[in-house]
């Protein structure tokens, strides 16, 4: 099962828009070879910053009125969201290390979860 959720246009308000933890969105489609290698990344990063960051995918595709309002371009797109603003954009594909750190960087703005 995969950390990262599968959102439809009906679901950006309130998964990403109105989420009380950063947002980052994956615009992806199936047939792209680069958003395939980046998939187990994000679902990883997921898991590590499970309460801090929520990640979530948009499939460019079955999605075509949020890609044109995201101006998504090229895949894979990610869009950094921070209190319903995008915050960053990364296109393409990063060293993981340097998308670990803009991750970090967004999480540094949000709230501090209760520890537990």
């Known amino acids: 099962m995969s950390n990262a959720k599968q959102i439809h246009e009906s679901q950006f308000q309130n998964e990403v828009v ?17 958003c395939q290698v980046l998939a187990p990344v994000l679902d990883r990063l997921a898991g590590d910053f499970e309460g801090r960051v929520k990640f979530v995918k948009v499939n460019v595709d079955e999605e075509p009125v949020l890609a044109a309002e995201y101006e998504i371009r090229g895949v894979p797109t990610l869009k950094l969201f921070r209190d319903g603003r995008v915050r960053d954009t990364i296109v393409g594909l990063l060293p993981p290390q340097s998308l670990v750190s803009k991750i970090e960087s967004l999480a540094e703005g949000a709230p501090a979860r209760a520890a537990g």
């Open 18 to 34: 109105t989420s009380s933890v950063p947002v980052v969105v994956d615009f992806y489609a199936t047939w792209c070879p680069p």
